[in-house]
C-alpha cells in the first residue's frame, strides 16, 4: 500500500544555482548531491518535513509553462506557519515576490520567484497554528486566587502532630497551559525552633506547576523548594478519581472540593508495610482573588 509522497521534480535550468537559491535562500536542506557519468542527481528538503525536492535539468522539449501573472508556474504549493512573517525573513535574503501575501476566500496565499524566475505558491497552513490549552486544564480553574491553608499531620509518622499554617496563591500562566502554584508556610512554632527550611525546619517556601499532558491524559506537576535540588520525588501525576482530583508521586494527595468553598487536602505515605495510611489534612480557605487568574 502507498504511504505517501516522497519525492517531486523540479525542473531547472542551472542545478548548481538552483542548489545555492534552494538551500542559502530558502534555507532547504541538502539531502544527496551525486553523479552518476555526466549526469548530478541533487535532493533538497524543507527543514521540518521529509518530501525530498528533486533539482533536475528542464529537458529542452519541456519549456516553463505560460500562466497569467497571478498564478504560479510549478505544480509544486509550499506552506509555512505565518505566511507574513516568512515572507518578510525571506525577502531579507533576496527572494522575490510578486505577489506579496494577501487573504483570500480560500485562506492565505503568495507567490515567490526562484532564481529563474519560475513562481511558486506559498500558503497558510491550518496545521500549524499557535496551539491552545487542552480543555481538561479547566478543571483547575477552582483553585485559582489566594488562600489560608491550615494542616495538621498524623501522629503515625512524625511522632506528635506537627501544624502548619502557609498563604498559597494560584495563577495561570500567560497563555493557559500551566497553573502557578507557590507558598510560603510555617510548621511548627518558628519562635521555638527558626531552623532551616524542611525537612527538620519551620519555614518552607516553594512554587509548583500544574500541567496536563494530552497523551496520557493525566495531570502533572513540578515543585521546586528550599528543600534540595532537582530530584525526582518533586514530580507528581494526577487523575480524577471519584469526581476528585488525586496525585501521586513519592506520596499522594487528593483535592477535595467542599460546598462551603474551601478546600480539603488528604496526604498520604506509604508504611513499612507498603499500604498507604494519613500522613496530613489541610483546609485551605479563599482570601482574594487573583487579577484576572493569569501571570
Same mark, same amino acid.
Given at each position: 500500500?502507498? #504511504?505517501?509522497?516522497?519525492?517531486?521534480?523540479? &525542473?531547472?535550468?542551472?542545478?548548481?544555482?538552483?542548489?545555492?537559491?534552494?538551500?542559502? +535562500?530558502?534555507?532547504?536542506?541538502?539531502?544527496?548531491?551525486?553523479? *552518476?557519468?555526466?549526469?548530478?542527481?541533487?535532493?533538497?528538503? %524543507?527543514?521540518?518535513?521529509?518530501?525530498?525536492?528533486?533539482?533536475? $535539468?528542464?529537458? $529542452?522539449?519541456? %519549456?516553463?509553462?505560460?500562466? !497569467?501573472?497571478?498564478? !504560479?508556474?510549478?505544480?509544486?504549493?509550499?506552506?509555512?506557519?505565518?505566511?507574513?512573517? #516568512?515572507?518578510?525573513?525571506?525577502?531579507?535574503?533576496?527572494?522575490?515576490?510578486?505577489?506579496?501575501?494577501?487573504?483570500?476566500?480560500?485562506?492565505?496565499?503568495?507567490?515567490?520567484?526562484?532564481?529563474?524566475? #519560475?513562481? *511558486?505558491?506559498?500558503?497558510?497552513?491550518?496545521?500549524?497554528?499557535? $496551539?491552545?490549552?487542552? !480543555?481538561?486544564?479547566?478543571?483547575?480553574?477552582?483553585?485559582?486566587?489566594?488562600?489560608?491553608?491550615?494542616?495538621?499531620?498524623? &501522629?503515625?509518622?512524625?511522632? +506528635? &502532630?506537627?501544624?502548619?499554617?502557609?498563604?498559597?496563591?494560584?495563577?495561570?500562566?500567560?497563555?493557559?497551559f500551566f497553573l502557578m502554584h507557590r507558598w510560603d508556610a510555617v510548621f511548627s512554632d518558628p519562635e521555638a525552633y527558626a531552623? !532551616?527550611?524542611?525537612?527538620?525546619?519551620?519555614?518552607?517556601?516553594?512554587?509548583?506547576? *500544574?500541567?496536563?499532558?494530552?497523551?496520557?491524559?493525566?495531570?502533572?506537576?513540578?515543585? *521546586?523548594?528550599?528543600?534540595?535540588?532537582?530530584?525526582?520525588?518533586?514530580?507528581?501525576?494526577?487523575?480524577?478519581?471519584?469526581?476528585?482530583?488525586?496525585f501521586t508521586g513519592p506520596a499522594r494527595f487528593t483535592l477535595i472540593e467542599n460546598e462551603d468553598g474551601t478546600v480539603t487536602i488528604d496526604w498520604e505515605l506509604r508504611g513499612d508495610d507498603g @499500604?498507604?495510611? %494519613?500522613?496530613?489534612?489541610?483546609?485551605?480557605?479563599?482570601?482574594? @482573588?487573583?487579577?484576572?487568574?493569569?501571570?
Open positions: 500500500m502507498i #504511504t505517501r509522497v516522497g519525492k517531486v521534480i523540479v &525542473p531547472v535550468l542551472d542545478q548548481q544555482a538552483a542548489l545555492d537559491f534552494w538551500t542559502r +535562500r530558502m534555507e532547504f536542506i541538502t539531502v544527496r548531491d551525486d553523479s *552518476y557519468g555526466d549526469e548530478r542527481w541533487i535532493e533538497v528538503k %524543507p527543514p521540518n518535513q521529509d518530501l525530498l525536492l528533486v533539482l533536475s $535539468p528542464r529537458r $529542452p522539449d519541456e %519549456p516553463r509553462r505560460i500562466v !497569467p501573472e497571478r498564478l !504560479p508556474h510549478s505544480d509544486v504549493f509550499f506552506d509555512c506557519a505565518d505566511i507574513e512573517r #516568512t515572507c518578510a525573513q525571506l525577502s531579507r535574503r533576496g527572494v522575490q515576490f510578486p505577489l506579496p501575501p494577501a487573504k483570500e476566500h480560500f485562506g492565505w496565499w503568495a507567490l515567490f520567484e526562484d532564481n529563474e524566475g #519560475t513562481r *511558486y505558491a506559498l500558503g497558510q497552513s491550518d496545521d500549524h497554528q499557535r $496551539p491552545t490549552p487542552d !480543555p481538561a486544564l479547566r478543571r483547575l480553574d477552582f483553585l485559582v486566587g489566594t488562600w489560608r491553608v491550615d494542616g495538621e499531620t498524623t &501522629p503515625d509518622f512524625s511522632g +506528635r &502532630p506537627i501544624r502548619s499554617t502557609s498563604t498559597d496563591t494560584f495563577e495561570w500562566l500567560h497563555g493557559g531552623g !532551616p527550611e524542611l525537612p527538620g525546619g519551620a519555614v518552607q517556601k516553594g512554587i509548583m506547576f *500544574y500541567g496536563f499532558n494530552a497523551a496520557t491524559g493525566r495531570y502533572l506537576t513540578h515543585f *521546586y523548594d528550599g528543600n534540595g535540588p532537582f530530584h525526582d520525588g518533586s514530580m507528581y501525576e494526577g487523575e480524577v478519581v471519584d469526581g476528585n482530583l488525586r @499500604e498507604r495510611r %494519613p500522613w496530613r489534612h489541610t483546609t485551605m480557605k479563599r482570601i482574594a @482573588e487573583t487579577d484576572g487568574g493569569q501571570a
